[in-house]
């Protein structure tokens, strides 16, 4: 293996060469290069690389601001209110001139401006158009939204109360407690979460309590179920332990311990429930048995304009991609959060 | 020895990171001669498995082999496209994972997983092979075999499991035979029956091994050859004897000083780690960690000194002009050893 | 095994029994009586058709009534429909139902392997990206959205396939479809996801090691060991799938459970809600049942362990 005997010829060794490295000269041998992050820093920085998770992030902020910001001007006093002559007319835009956003339907198969047929006042505007009642539909999507909204944050409060509590103490208190709570569980998700939401509006009439208690029945489980699986893993870490053996109170360890360590399981769950709490209210909502008119969600606006979508296909429309792209930015930013906490997926 | 089947030269491999281009085999070459056992030692992150992958064509999909040959039968494997290497796989060269518990398909039975290589290499059919498998399976020593052949990989022992793997990798006769630490993962009593199984078939198939790993205890009683790797470049090789008892590389002394021995009292640690390959140092790469650190070792890569005819080590010490230096105490009484041998010889 | 399956199929018992049990018990707490045109009824009529209908015992000679007739298939009488009975009613609609619901599920779960395979091969290049983004479309756009937009766009607008009704295979390709994708789109991340890890597991690398192609590593072991988990999803796809069939029934106009439910929601028929609720219930803790076994039969690591308990 002459081959690998390949002094460069070039390379002039002087006997100077061959003295001690000095001290100071010595490489250090073990420095650390990356710079040490806390976890959620990492998790925040990785978030942050996920542009379809930021983006989410941002369209989500920008709907809460606009859905409860609005509430000053859009209420159930707005909403109540119709103006049959405004009835079904397209969107118009101020200043834009586009078939379809100027005011003009297209029937049968021509452009017909809607408002000059129907006498409508010049300066008169409609950035999303009318519903069959002459409600403003950008008023009712808007509003529709923050009832969406607002059952996303139940079921999350139901998430996080019930759910987290009874998870921690199934799997913190183990034994017998823990089989009992189990089976009960099992039970709760054995029915479907249809039926149970059925039996409520059958009990109190259809409406946002009625949504809001099936999903306080039916929406916990799963948070429950993953928490109990953590809680019993860090129930035998040596910090749980420790501070067990050093006495300190079972909701303290809880609080101090379990629940920053649940964190990443807490978040990354909830951003499930919100969308399929979304889907359930407006589900109900279309089909007629959750929230009705007057009062509106887009559930009920989308029911309204699939009644009239081959003629007036706006009115379905926008509801539509409203509450897809709620549902869609809900389940990016879950999907990304899912990625930023648990390392492990991330690939 | 016999003939020379494989000869590696100059291999350099890059993998591609975000944070830049980690050159992690550096100017590689060794041989591998017919019926030998070639051990490559090196503590993790030197190379060792990263150049094994390449032999086989395994190599991740952000790497890169930026130059160099591996030439067996006279064809160069870094030239073979996939599906040609596909058919060297398995049947010409077989590897050995090192963890047990998770290289065997959980949901197949290990008859099947054996017969498998047969069935795509030599084209025998289903029973045919399924026979060979109990044959082989015999071989490596899984007791009620006939029975077990239908068994799931869970319903084995961690050994019995390598013994399984390593009756994948013979099932075809395999000229060399890649074994990429086949023990860390096993208890010590369990390590022993399988390096002694893995001798007993090399003499059975007569097949050459190259045996990776980071134990050089395991190294002495294996291997004929022995080739020691440091950030990715091998620094120094030659016979086991030569290796073990007349060492001249610090870090292969290093080495030899961490492993625990009869005499020794206290075993010495390498101090610092590995340099980072994303931008290896000019020098030698094993400057920073060295004792014996000299000017030169900090500007210029040191290149291959001849000791004996089989024996090389890059390190500057070896230098005519270089000073000499006392060796750490186990090292001086490994050489005493050494000369007594040398002399024995005469 | 055989312990815990009597096990499982008596909390299975159980959970049916306070199903029926709240069912009922709520049923009685609604206000008024359950008939449609009781303003023309005189109190003799009523009466009549209180001890028709057995309204006029105690509440709990009810509840054991009721019971006792759901033991053997009796649910009661409809309130409304011609005053058939419940068990009638589900007996003619529950073919379309079935039918639709398990073309949805093979339809979605076949495509969603095939889909989440090919973006787990592919992994991080163009192809996997778009599988994400459409399965991500697909997971958030509700069912009944794009059931109006096939309806509208493939069979009123291309006329290619019937608008609504139930009449032969062509009349249940856009239902399917509509229900489907949401399996479909879950099928398709789960299976990635899987797969990827299978992919990078060791007995892959081993795998490869032997000479296996690319195909062979795929098909003979990733997509085995990245199907078995898929079993654990059957149970919430049959929630989907019959939560999806009221409003996709609806919508196309398909004489099943589904479309027969919320007519019964929406006319307070109590009798069939009751039966409806039953049969859901019912539907999933057996599918649950049989999922578990099927998943302890297929996965020998898990056989072993119910073995051992």
């Keep these: ?337 899912r990625d930023a906490f648990d390392p492990k997926t991330r690939r | 020895m016999g003939e020379r089947i494989l000869d590696v030269k100059n291999l350099k491999i890059n993998f591609h990171t975000y944070a830049g281009d980690v050159k992690a085999i550096r100017d590689v070459s060794f041989h591998l001669d017919k019926g030998e056992t070639l051990a490559i030692v090196g503590e993790s992150g030197s190379g060792k498995s990263v150049t094994t992958k390449s032999l086989m064509g395994l190599l991740a999909n952000n790497a890169e082999v930026v130059g160099g040959s591996i030439m067996y039968r006279g064809e160069d494997l870094l030239k073979k496209t996939e599906k040609e290497m596909q058919e060297i796989r398995g049947k010409d060269i077989a590897m050995i994972f090192q963890d047990p518990m998770t290289s065997l398909d959980p949901t197949m039975k290990i008859g099947r997983q054996i017969a498998e290589p047969l069935m795509i290499h030599k084209n025998v059919d289903k029973k045919k092979a399924w026979a060979q498998a109990l044959e082989i399976l015999k071989l490596v020593g899984i007791a009620n075999a006939e029975e077990r052949i239908n068994d799931y990989p869970h319903q084995f022992s961690g050994g019995q499991r390598q013994r399984i793997v390593i009756a994948i990798a013979l099932v075809c006769y395999p000229e060399i035979l890649i074994a990429d630490e086949p023990t860390t993962a096993l208890d010590v009593t369990i390590q022993a029956q399988i390096l002694n199984l893995m001798k007993e078939l090399q003499q059975k198939i007569e097949t050459s091994i190259i045996f990776i790993t980071h134990d050089l205890g395991v190294v002495a009683g294996m291997a004929d050859r022995v080739a020691v790797m440091y950030a990715g470049q091998i620094i120094e090789y030659g016979t086991v004897d030569e290796i073990f008892y007349n060492p001249k590389h610090p870090y292969t002394w290093g080495l030899l000083n961490s492993m625990p021995t009869l005499s020794s009292t206290k075993l010495e640690a390498i101090p610092g780690t590995p340099p980072d390959l994303l931008d290896p140092p000019k020098g030698d790469p094993f400057a920073a960690r060295n004792p014996y650190a000299m000017k030169i070792d900090a500007e210029k890569q040191p290149p291959f000194f001849k000791v004996s005819d089989t024996h090389y080590a890059a390190t500057w010490l070896l230098h005519k002009d270089a000073p000499k230096i006392t060796p750490p105490d186990e090292i001086l009484r490994r050489q005493k050893i050494w000369q007594e041998m040398q002399a024995a010889a005469k | 095994m055989k312990k815990y399956l009597a096990k499982r199929v008596f909390y299975m018992a159980l959970t049916l029994f306070l199903v029926a049990t709240i069912t009922f018990f709520l049923m009685k707490l609604m206000p008024g009586t359950p008939y449609s045109n009781q303003e023309k009824m005189t109190p003799e009529q009523i009466q009549i058709m209180n001890q028709q209908y057995g309204l006029d015992k105690p509440v709990w000679m009810q509840y054991l009534m009721y019971l006792g007739g759901m033991l053997h298939g009796d649910m009661g009488t409809s309130f409304q429909f011609s005053n058939q009975p419940v068990s009638y009613l589900i007996a003619t609609r529950i073919g379309a139902s079935a039918q639709l619901g398990i073309q949805a599920m093979i339809f979605g779960v076949f495509f969603g392997i095939i889909l989440g395979s090919i973006a787990a091969i592919n992994r991080n290049t163009w192809v996997d990206t778009l599988v994400t983004v459409l399965s991500i479309i697909g997971k958030s756009v509700p069912n009944f959205v794009l059931a109006v937009l096939l309806q509208y766009y493939i069979a009123l607008k291309l006329g290619i396939l019937p608008i609504a009704d139930w009449g032969g295979f062509s009349y249940t390709i856009l239902p399917t479809i509509a229900l489907g994708v949401g399996p479909l789109a879950e099928t398709a991340r789960f299976i990635r996801t899987g797969m990827v890890d299978v992919l990078n597991s060791d007995y892959i690398e081993l795998a490869r090691a032997k000479g296996l192609s690319k195909f062979q590593i795929v098909y003979h072991h990733a997509l085995r060991n990245s199907l078995i988990p898929l079993i654990t999803l059957i149970g919430p796809y049959t929630v989907s799938l019959m939560t999806g069939s009221m409003v996709i029934e609806n919508i196309f106009s398909i004489p099943g459970i589904g479309e027969q439910f919320v007519k019964s929601i929406t006319t307070n028929d109590y009798p069939t809600i009751m039966g409806v609720t039953m049969l859901f219930s019912a539907g999933l803790v057996a599918v649950i049942l049989l999922t578990d076994i099927i998943y302890g039969i297929i996965d020998p690591r898990i056989r072993l362990a119910g073995n051992e308990d």
């Excluded at chain 1, 948070?223 to 860090?234: H, V």
């Design chain 1, 1 to 337: 293996m002459e081959e690998n005997l390949k002094l460069d010829p070039e390379a002039k060794v002087s006997p100077e060469d061959f003295q001690a490295l000095p001290k100071e000269e010595e490489l250090d041998a073990e420095k650390i290069a990356a710079p040490s992050l806390t976890f959620t820093q990492d998790a925040w920085r990785r978030l942050k690389k996920n542009k379809g998770a930021v983006i989410s992030l941002f369209v989500i902020i920008v709907m809460i601001v606009v859905a409860f910001g609005s509430t000053p001007f859009i209420n159930h006093d707005t909403l109540v209110k119709s103006a049959p002559k405004y009835a079904n007319l397209p969107a118009k835009i101020p200043g834009v001139d586009i078939n379809g956003f100027n005011g003009k339907l297209k029937q049968g198969g021509v452009w017909v401006d809607q408002y000059k047929a129907n006498n409508i006042p010049e300066g008169t505007y409609f950035v999303l158009g009318t519903d069959y009642l002459g409600h403003s539909l950008a008023q009712r999507i808007i509003y529709g939204t923050k009832v969406s909204l607002i059952v996303a944050l139940v079921a999350t409060f139901f998430d996080l109360t019930i759910g987290v509590s009874y998870g921690i103490v199934s799997g913190w208190k183990g034994g017998m407690v823990d089989n009992v709570m189990q089976r009960i569980i099992e039970i709760i998700s054995s029915i479907p979460s249809l039926v149970i939401v059925v039996l409520m509006l059958l009990v109190f009439k259809p409406g946002m309590t009625s949504i809001i208690l099936a999903i306080a029945i039916s929406s916990w489980t799963t948070m429950a179920r993953m928490i109990r699986a953590e809680t019993l893993q860090l129930k035998s870490q040596e910090y749980v332990l420790a501070a067990r053996t050093l006495g300190e109170s079972p909701i303290k360890i809880a609080m101090k311990h379990l629940v920053p360590n649940l964190s990443s399981i807490i978040i990354i769950q909830t951003m499930y429930t919100i969308p399929s709490a979304i889907f359930f209210e407006a589900f109900l909502s279309f089909i007629g048995i959750g929230i009705s008119a007057p009062e509106t969600s887009l559930g009920v606006l989308l029911n309204d304009g699939q009644k009239n979508f081959q003629f007036l296909p706006y009115q379905m429309w926008y509801p539509a991609i409203v509450l897809c792209v709620l549902m869609i930015s809900f389940n990016l930013l879950g999907d990304g959060l």
